[in-house]
Each structure stands twice: as structure tokens, then as C-alpha cells.
């Protein structure tokens, strides 16, 4: 089969591998039919993920048609339709059993990270039962390729630990896909002011068209001065990190007020300051978060109910094997004016 193969930092290759097999009795093997790339995928580009090493394929997203199935497979047969979570889960270790499939003692974030991932023809699934989700016949497989990953990060790792109420007015910063996701999903819990700060002056345009009360370019610097203004000088009660580098964590801390809550989403690859000299006496709650994807089914109901549509979070689309094309123009995301790109086979 061909895939997208990880060769070192700044390193891709399109090439021919070993297709999957079943290794365990709990694993099945999928045959892609639409993935897509994620925001960590380019940090594991840039090498801030030591774990993965030269050679893995990457990608921890999809829908697919099961092409084969372990011994020990109960809810899947072959030719079943079926998501694919970001997330694997065995759902009897000491974690899963407390909800927390992001830390399974045989899964995790292992797609794409420690195993072999969707940007590919064919997937090796473990644990199957628990980390695979059976579509409907006449679904949109490109609204349910958002569920493997961003939907349920945005509410999960931004909007929940961040604890969102009515009536509050957040900051999400940064607005590619996991930061829309957020915007999206944050609306299930009516606050009253939503600001969206990006750098990119179309993303910021279409954060507008998703539900976003203001928008702020902080490519000026002044984005501080700007939420402040809007906040009557008090600071915003969540903010959003949706980004992953250090300017944008700090930014958070100068714009959560007192009593509120950072809520870390970005893959860090690098430090961060955190100034507890500011903000020590605020009552700040900071919280980071792997998904554990525990929201999963019910995204998917408001999904296929169109309560969410994140299908139009979709700008580009190439076949499978453009990839390294596509990757080009999410890599470029201002210049293309690019927010999720759909591969297909």
C-alpha cells in the first residue's frame, strides 16, 4: 500500500509499505476512504514529538470499510463503515475505567504517534471494539472524519476544562481548526461573548461566520490592549489556547481575569513562561488535556442531527495520493487560506 511516511524533522515521504495485519485477536484492518491532517501533524514535522521516530506513517483521523477483523471482535464485521477515534482504548485498564482513554495503559494517543497511523491506504486498529464507531448508511463522511479528533478536542481539552457557563465571555486563541472546533462546540453553552484572536486575517472572517462575537488580528501586538478594552479592563473568564507555541500561552495569561480559567489545547513543543508573578493572586485555573474523546458519542448525535456542521470547516480537498500537495497548503494555511483539508481514496 502507499502512505505518507514520517523521515525526520522537515521530512515526508509518499511511498510504498507493508500493508496491516491483524497482530491481536481485538484488532481490525481498515481501508481509508477520507482522512485528513491535523495541526499535530505539523508539530510532529517540526520534531516537537521526540516519540515519533523516522519511518512511522502518520495521521490520527478518518472514516473507513473494515477489511478484516481479530478473533476477539464482537461489535465490527468486515465491510462495516465505521469512524475512526484518534484515541485507542482498551476499556479495561485502571484509566479507562475512569474515563481517561487518553492515558489507556494499552492505547492512548498511539495512532500516527507510536504506531502506525491514517495517512495511509490501510490502518491497523487495536482494540477495535473500543475505538472505532459504526456510521450510519447515508451519513456525510466528511462531517464524521471531524469526530476523530477536533470536535471532540475543542469541547473536550478547551471548552469543558475551561468550564464554560452562560454568559461568560471567552477567548479562543487561535482560530485554525481546533480553535473553530472550540468556537463551535463552546456555543453549546450560550456565553455571551466569543472573541477569536488569529493572526491570519481570513481565518479570523470565517471565525465570524461560525459565531464569533469579535475578532482580533494580534499581529499588531495589541491584542492585549484590545481584549481589555472589550472587557471593561477585567479580562475574559476562559481563554482558549488553540495554538501550541509560547506567545500564544502568554497571552492567555494576560487576558484571563480574575476567577478564570486558561485552558491549554496547543501542542507544545517548546517552553513556556508561566508568570505566577501576575498571577498568583487572580484565583487562575490552568488546565491542559490529551482528548480522552468521552464526548465522541455525543457529537456524534448533534452532528448527524446537523446541530454542528463541521463539514464546512473543510476548505480543500485532494485525493489520497496528493498528499504531500495537501500538506503544502495546510502547511501555508494564510497564503492557501486553508482550514481542514479532505483526502480521499
Not at 2 to 10: D, E, M, R, S
Not at 21 to 27: A, G, N, Q, R, S
Not at 160 to 180: E, F, H, R, S
Not at 230 to 246: C, F, H, M, Q
Request: a negative charge.
Amino acid at each position: 500500500m502507499k502512505a505518507l511516511v514520517y523521515q525526520g524533522p522537515g521530512e515526508k515521504s509518499w511511498e510504498e509499505k507493508s500493508k496491516p495485519v491483524i497482530i491481536k485477536p481485538t484488532d481490525a484492518v481498515v481501508k481509508i476512504l477520507k482522512t485528513t491532517i491535523c495541526g499535530t501533524d505539523l508539530h510532529i514535522m517540526k520534531g516537537d514529538l521526540p516519540a515519533v521516530t523516522k519511518g512511522r506513517i502518520i495521521g490520527h483521523e478518518g472514516v473507513g470499510m473494515i477489511e478484516d477483523v481479530g478473533s476477539a471482535v464482537g461489535n465490527f464485521k468486515i465491510g462495516d463503515h465505521v469512524i475512526i477515534s484518534c484515541i485507542t482504548s482498551c476499556g479495561k485498564c485502571e484509566y479507562c475505567k475512569k474515563g481517561m482513554y487518553s492515558h489507556c495503559e494499552d492505547g492512548g494517543w498511539i495512532l500516527g504517534n507510536l504506531i502506525d497511523g491514517t495517512q495511509a491506504e490501510y490502518v491497523r486498529i487495536p482494540h477495535a471494539d473500543n475505538s472505532l464507531y459504526l456510521i450510519p448508511d447515508g451519513s456525510d463522511e466528511e462531517a464524521l472524519v471531524m469526530l476523530s479528533d477536533i470536535l471532540p478536542t475543542g469541547l473536550e481539552c478547551g471548552v469543558l476544562n475551561g468550564q464554560v457557563k452562560p454568559g461568560d465571555t471567552i477567548a479562543i486563541v487561535g482560530a485554525g481548526p481546533i480553535g473553530m472546533a472550540a468556537l463551535l462546540t463552546s456555543q453549546f453553552y450560550t456565553p455571551a461573548e466569543i472573541i477569536v484572536i488569529d493572526l491570519d486575517s481570513n481565518r479570523l472572517e470565517v471565525a465570524k461566520t461560525f459565531g464569533a462575537t469579535h475578532v482580533i488580528n494580534s499581529g499588531d501586538g495589541k491584542a492585549v490592549k484590545e481584549v481589555m478594552a472589550l472587557t471593561n479592563n477585567k479580562g475574559v473568564d476562559v481563554a482558549i489556547e488553540a495554538v501550541g507555541l509560547p506567545a500564544t500561552f502568554e497571552l492567555c495569561e494576560s487576558i484571563a481575569g480574575a476567577g478564570g480559567h486558561i485552558a491549554n489545547i496547543g501542542v507544545h513543543g517548546k517552553s513556556v513562561t508561566l508568570h505566577l508573578e501576575t498571577l498568583w493572586s487572580k484565583n487562575i485555573t490552568i488546565t491542559t488535556r490529551l482528548v480522552d474523546t468521552v464526548t465522541t458519542p455525543m457529537l456524534f448525535k448533534n452532528v448527524q442531527s446537523k446541530k454542528i456542521q463541521p463539514q464546512k470547516l473543510i476548505t480543500h480537498h485532494f485525493k489520497l495520493d496528493q498528499i504531500l500537495k495537501a500538506y503544502d497548503a495546510f502547511e501555508n494555511a494564510s497564503k492557501e487560506k486553508t482550514l481542514k483539508v479532505m483526502l480521499t481514496s
